[in-house]
């Protein structure tokens, strides 16, 4: 018999009604033939709950105590869905991560997984149990319950399924992965298929799906993940390896992110060791810089342009007290109201011209960036956030997305 992972995410388990939904889900497949193994997140927002509750106990709770607590939800859904499973008349079992043979390092709160004991789960096929897993949890060596981090049943998911060399579908609210935000931009298709490469860059760049070390774990051991609706009434959207050929299209996805600020620092004195230092210090405090530009040097002295998390704020404030010390003439500006768009698509490897079409958008419609990066599949603008719907359209327009 084939196997098959199914991963069902809080909303798909978040009342009694929607496990027994989900109960009647997983017997139709069992019937149609297929050895299941199940995944479970907590039960809508209890993992929230469970951190409000910690919090309200301490303000710095310890942190393998909170791995006890947080992977209580996901035991919760668990064995919740298999009595559903036995009362309905289906054999199933439920098992925690380290029931499961789920080993992680000793990181607690954000353990990755080391390996999976993969004949525990067998062994319960093999009885024709339906096995429903506790996701985000597993042991590390000491013994210890561990958690993997927020959105980590997905990457519980894919990674049994990667042990048990079968595909891996996720269940979850959204209908599939679209190229653009159909909220921005109503016509929006959804993708059928795409590759891991492209999700990648799309997750990292804010498309919230999937959680990105999932999809990393499934490049990584080439699992074909499928992300649909809980109700298993639409087509969802397939990620895998595709090869340019079945790609048709240049440009699979856009996405935008306000995550980010822009920094500016005028006036630096252009020589290698001035510049060297500023991004030394930047990698020092932890700052993680994504795009950079740099103006060619007039009368010796250059303008360098990075941008940076929101979140990094403090420290770049800092930073620039320190660098003003040093670099008496320098003139620093942060600008916040930025966004970063971005179209990705497999098809840029081999065909050209899509940054041509690109800044015709942006000159058409009058939009104006600041900088541009690119890697092989992807490039990357700046704009003001007051252009961002405009640019969404107007790509997502251009390609036909
Ligand atoms: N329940 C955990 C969370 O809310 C893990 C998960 O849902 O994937 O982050
Ligand atoms: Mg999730």
Do not use: W
């Not at 990674?159 to 935000?181: F, M, R």
């Amino acid at each position: 018999m084939s196997i098959v992972v199914q991963k069902y995410g809080g909303t798909s388990v978040a009342s009694i009604d929607k496990i027994k939904s989900v109960a009647k889900k997983l017997i139709k497949r069992k019937e149609s033939g297929y050895d299941l193994v199940v995944v479970v997140s907590a039960m809508g927002k209890t993992t929230d709950t469970l951190i409000e509750m910690a919090k309200k106990i301490s303000d710095n709770p310890s942190k393998r105590e909170l791995d006890m607590l947080l992977s209580t939800g996901e035991q919760m859904t668990s064995s919740l869905l298999a009595m559903a499973l036995k009362d309905m008349g289906y054999d199933a079992i439920a098992l925690t991560g380290f029931q499961a043979g789920i080993k992680t390092e000793d990181k607690h709160t954000k353990a990755s997984i080391l390996d999976i004991e993969i004949k525990k789960v067998r062994h319960h096929l093999k009885e024709d149990k339906i096995v429903i897993i506790a996701g985000f949890q597993g042991i590390d060596e000491n013994g210890d319950i561990t958690t993997l981090g927020r959105g980590g049943s997905d990457t519980t998911a894919v990674a049994l399924a990667a042990k048990l060399d079968c595909p891996c579908e996720i269940y979850t609210d959204v209908e599939g992965i679209y190229g653009v935000d159909p909220r921005i931009y109503p016509n929006a298709k959804k993708l059928d298929y795409i590759s891991y490469d492209e999700m990648l860059e799309m997750a990292s760049l804010g498309a919230k799906v999937i959680e990105t070390r999932a999809v990393e774990l499934g490049s990584k051991y080439q699992v074909p993940i499928y992300i649909a609706l809980n109700t298993g009434l639409v087509t969802g959207t397939y990620i895998k390896e595709l090869n340019e050929s079945m790609e048709k299209k240049v440009v699979t996805g856009l996405t935008a992110s306000d995550d980010d600020l822009m920094v500016t620092i005028n006036n630096v004195l252009y020589n290698t060791k001035n510049i060297c230092y500023i991004f030394n210090r930047l990698g020092e405090m932890d700052i993680n810089i994504d795009m950079i530009s740099q103006t060619a040097p007039i009368h010796g002295y250059v303008n360098i342009s990075f941008t940076a998390p929101k979140e990094s704020k403090d420290l770049i404030i800092d930073l620039v007290q320190e660098l003003k010390r040093k670099m008496r003439e320098i003139k620093v500006d942060i600008q916040e109201d930025i966004t970063k768009i971005s179209v990705v698509g497999l098809g840029m490897r081999t065909q050209s011209g899509v940054a041509a079409r690109l800044f015709k958008v942006f000159a058409d419609n009058d939009i104006h960036f600041k900088q541009v990066t690119t890697s092989e599949i992807r490039i990357s603008y700046t704009i003001n956030t007051t252009d961002k719907e405009k640019a969404i359209v107007k790509i997502a327009e251009e390609f036909n997305m």
